[in-house]
């Protein structure tokens, strides 16, 4: 449960709980709006709410026909968002633990699934190649909206409140902008396997099946940095940016979760998930600095410790 030796000036990270979710493969864990909870997505088609801090399982959801893919809380933590291989996104009631809606429209796996800002609207990517946004409010089962930009399977998702951010395994991301109803296109060269915008909203992450995450300026698309030396093998590995835009990081194959400083992009935290399994699932807490990491049936909470 200890970490990696680094540079001194560098805040450490210490593993303050190690999880045993007993759901089969964790497909994804996700903090929720204030980081208060977190959710762990199953190979066993069932979602799971936690508070990682006490090693505590609040509530199991089952619903799911097949493994649970994503999963994403309300602004006000009263429901849940859920999608998976069975090509349905379920929205649950937090404290009954009952499925109120179960949105059918997509022809395969659904890989991804987020609220918008107010919590009134859901979109889902998936397999086929489409993202399709729903009314949370509406007894309606079609979606309102179907963009088919996509050539590949929609890999990422991220909705901010007036941006939508896709990655695909077409090479490309997409930016929608709600507001003038218009879409930005990059192209990145390689499969996009996660995507995500800076906290800062100037910039767009990129991780690929290449092994290299890339700084993107989210206006130009100019390239603004490369960050390798993980390897992520045939797996998909989410990266993400930590709470003060210091860092990008990433899951590995060697177990490790990688932290490269934003500029310098070089190399400061390696953190060994444990077991030492691909850490395919990560998600960085959004006001302190804390991450999960997913790798196998286990999540690894993690928490910054003044250095000695």
């Known amino acids: ?3 990696n030796v680094m540079a001194k000036e560098e805040i450490c990270y210490k593993a303050l709980q190690v999880i045993d979710c007993k759901q089969g493969a964790i497909r994804a864990v996700r903090f929720n709006v204030d980081g208060s909870y977190c959710l762990t997505c199953g190979s066993d088609k069932k979602l799971k709410l936690w508070n990682p801090y006490e090693a505590t399982l609040l509530k199991t959801y089952g619903g799911h026909g097949n493994e649970v893919l994503d999963a994403c809380s309300s602004c006000d933590n009263s429901q849940i968002l859920s999608c998976g291989a069975d090509k349905t996104v379920i929205a649950w009631d937090v404290s009954t633990g009952a499925a109120v809606r179960r949105l059918r429209g997509h022809a395969s796996h659904v890989l991804c699934v987020r ?3 107010e919590s009134t609207f859901a979109l889902s990517g998936s397999r086929d ?3 399709m946004g729903w009314d949370i409010r509406s007894r309606s089962q079609d979606p309102v909206q179907v963009l088919r930009d996509a050539k590949d399977s929609i890999t990422s998702l991220q909705v901010t409140d007036h941006e939508i951010l896709t990655g695909s395994l077409d090479c490309w991301i997409r930016r929608y902008d709600i507001r003038t109803g218009q879409v930005f296109s990059d192209f990145v060269g390689e499969p996009v396997m996660s995507c995500c915008f800076t906290r800062d909203a100037q910039c767009t992450v990129v991780a690929s099946t290449d092994s290299v995450i890339r700084l ?3 206006d130009s698309g100019e390239l603004l940095g490369e960050y390798s030396g993980h390897q992520t093998g045939d797996y998909v590995m989410e990266c993400g940016v930590d709470q003060s835009d210091r860092h990008v990081v990433s899951g590995a194959v060697d177990g490790s979760v990688w932290w490269w400083e934003l500029v310098q992009a070089k190399v400061t935290h390696r953190l060994a ?10 998600s960085v807490h959004p006001t302190q600095p804390r991450l999960l990491s997913a790798a196998a049936n286990t999540i690894n909470l993690w928490s910054a410790t003044e250095p000695d």
């Open 273 to 282: 998930h444990t077991p030492c399994r691909p850490v395919t699932s990560l």
């Open 115 to 117: 609220y918008n800002e």
């Open 1 to 3: 449960m200890s970490v």
């Open 216 to 218: 993107l300026d989210k």
């Open 129 to 131: 190649n489409t993202v």
